[in-house]
């Protein structure tokens, strides 16, 4: 069964860094866009950062981008993001997604081929 598992959330000051990595097992998604999504309490859920399934296109929505950094390493089937320069409205679940090939894939998307339980990230001011 394929399975997305996040890791890496905790509890981190304003300024400091966290991060995330996303395993995934069950098949291989070298061949899939994967991206991070987060959803605070009461707000929708948004998609903060993807990257297409060779590795060479990005995509950060605009509080994430120049502070977050997505990579993959298709060989170990993970996923990663890099989070520096937190604030606390940065403070939400995270949760890694894949969805087709392209990041267009995941921008906008309702729905989505995988997604995982989740990990949480709390920066406190």
């Known amino acids: 069964q394929a399975q997305l598992l996040e890791s890496g959330g905790g509890l981190v000051q304003a300024g400091g860094s966290l991060r995330l990595a996303c395993a995934a097992s069950?098949?291989?998604?070298?061949?899939?866009?994967m991206g991070w999504f987060r959803q605070a309490p009461g707000k929708e859920r948004e998609l903060v950062a993807a990257i297409n399934w060779a590795g060479f296109k990005t995509y950060y929505s605009d509080s994430a981008n120049g502070r977050f950094t997505v990579s993959r390493d298709n060989a170990k089937n993970m996923l990663y993001l890099k989070m520096n320069s937190l604030k606390p409205e940065d403070t939400a679940v995270y949760y890694c997604?894949?969805?087709?090939?392209?990041?267009?894939?995941?921008?906008?998307?309702?729905?989505?081929?995988?997604w995982g339980q989740g990990t949480q990230v709390t920066v406190s001011s």
């Open positions: 069950g098949r291989t998604f070298s061949n899939y866009a």
């Open positions: 997604a894949a969805n087709g090939t392209s990041t267009a894939d995941l921008v906008g998307a309702v729905q989505l081929d995988y």
